[in-house]
């Protein structure tokens, strides 16, 4: 049991989920030590953003497309192809929530473009996750196809970033 004011936790709640909203993120999860043996692990999930945007709307599309070969076909095939570089076998998707850079630092020169070369390990962008700047490797080597995100665009855990085959 805590050794600490209950009252104090639940103002901590409080405050990480006004940070939530007021950042627009979808999770944040923190972990506090108060001494040895002490400690308070927190996470927060705003569900409605993740249903609403990321599983939704591309389920739904999805069959829609399958089941009416007619003419109205193209229109949603096109709606669902943003969709589709998540489930491409290529993709490399964001390991954590946070903000993708495309090059380390603004007005350099980006780590990767498209059609270049990248060998496994090699650093594809960066994303800034509480002020650290966390380098994204290469999960394998191939050449860039896609690259899926914008310079200082907002990520996803699991958002795909680029694809590389």
């Known amino acids: 049991m805590s050794k600490h004011s209950p009252d104090a936790d639940v103002a901590f709640?409080?405050?990480?989920?006004?940070?939530?909203?007021?950042?627009?993120?979808?999770?944040?999860?923190?972990?506090?030590?108060?001494?040895?043996?002490?400690?308070?692990?927190?996470?927060?999930?705003?569900?409605?953003?993740?249903?609403?945007?990321?599983?939704?709307?591309?389920?739904?599309?999805?069959p829609a497309a399958v089941a009416a070969p007619a003419a109205a076909a193209p229109a949603p095939a096109a709606s669902a192809a943003p969709e589709d570089p998540a489930q491409h076998p290529g993709a490399v998707t964001s390991p954590m929530v946070g903000t993708a850079y495309l090059a380390a630092e603004p007005g350099a020169t980006p780590f990767v473009a498209v059609g270049a070369t990248v060998t496994e390990g090699q650093t594809v962008l960066i994303i800034e996750a509480m002020k650290t700047m966390n380098h994204i490797p290469a999960p394998r080597a191939g050449t860039v196809k896609r690259i899926l995100v914008g310079d200082g665009t907002p990520v996803e855990f699991g958002a795909p970033l680029l694809i590389i085959e």
């Open 13 to 62: 709640i409080q405050a990480l989920a006004e940070l939530l909203n007021k950042n627009d993120l979808t999770e944040l999860s923190v972990k506090r030590e108060y001494g040895e043996d002490d400690s308070l692990e927190v996470r927060v999930v705003k569900q409605a953003n993740i249903v609403t945007t990321a599983v939704a709307a591309p389920m739904a599309m999805a």
